[in-house]
């Protein structure tokens, strides 16, 4: 399966920044052999999307996504944003169900199943992020939480965009909330339990195509426990925040 490195940029750079951080990325992967077969991906803020798509247009391993979107095509929705107007600004991905728009900013399971849905039937490519808080873990909920963030996307996709459909167009990101920004990488037995969980769960709610899904780990990857992470079974790529805000520290993790 290919594997995907990707940035989240989170509430990080003005344009000149996106700008600069996106052109060194371009210039070091679409020149050498760094990322040999990979999918390089950076979650942008809305206002940088299209500068960094532009500067990825001529290396075709790099996209760019947005961070979040809203379920419907357009309407009254101050402050929200579509997954039509993300691709229009050069997105080809977006994120949903991250823990801070989860556990900061109040959303739920449905609305996380609904952004989804939604994003995947306009055109986009998803990458659903899931995880546990140390409460919930240290409760021996991991399988539960888990199952629930799953399922709840799962029951709301309509037949025609599961299965095939999802090759290469929806990935998941396992992030133990405890470990994001914190420092606290999660250790390797966690990392391999957990994301042994998610395949099955897939393989329960997609069957047979859940081979084909990625598997990303986040949190607290830096470029000192990238390759220990990629070593692991069903580790499929790495979603990275604080340590993708400098190219060079992302182009170490996609190296290793
Ligand atoms: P972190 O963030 O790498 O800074 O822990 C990861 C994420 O929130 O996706």
């Not at 099955?200 to 949190?219: E, F, M, N, S, W």
Request: net charge negative; aromatic share 6%; with cysteine.
């Amino acid at each position: 399966m290919q594997k995907i490195f990707a940035a989240n940029w989170k509430m990080h750079k003005t344009r000149a920044e996106a700008g600069q951080c996106s052109a060194s990325l371009a210039n070091a992967l679409g020149a050498g052999t760094t990322a040999s077969g990979a999918l390089v991906l950076v979650f942008a803020p809305f206002t940088c999307i299209d500068v960094v798509a532009g500067a990825f247009a001529e290396v075709p391993f790099l996209a760019c996504g947005g961070q979040d979107c809203y379920p419907a095509a357009e309407g009254a929705f101050t402050g929200e944003i579509s997954p039509t107007m993300l691709a229009d600004v050069g997105a080809t991905w977006v994120l949903t169900g991250h823990s801070e728009r989860r556990h900061v900013l109040g959303e739920d399971d449905a609305l996380v199943a609904r952004k989804t849905t939604f994003a995947l039937e306009q055109g986009l490519n998803v990458m659903l992020c899931i995880g546990e808080t140390l409460e919930e873990r240290e409760n021996g909920q991991l399988c539960d939480v888990l199952e629930r963030q799953l399922t709840s996307v799962f029951d709301a996709m309509p037949d025609i965009l599961r299965g095939n459909a999802l090759a290469g167009r929806f990935a998941v990101a396992y992030e133990p909330v405890w470990a994001i920004g914190t420092g606290k990488v999660a250790g390797q037995a966690e990392v391999l339990d957990a994301h042994a969980t998610v395949r099955t769960l897939l393989q329960k709610l997609v069957g047979a195509t859940a081979v084909d899904l990625p598997i990303l780990y986040g949190g607290s990857v830096k470029p000192t426990n990238a390759a220990g992470l990629m070593s692991l079974d069903n580790v499929d790529g790495l979603l990275v925040g604080g340590a993708s805000l400098d190219a060079q520290s992302f182009l170490q993790i996609i190296g290793a």
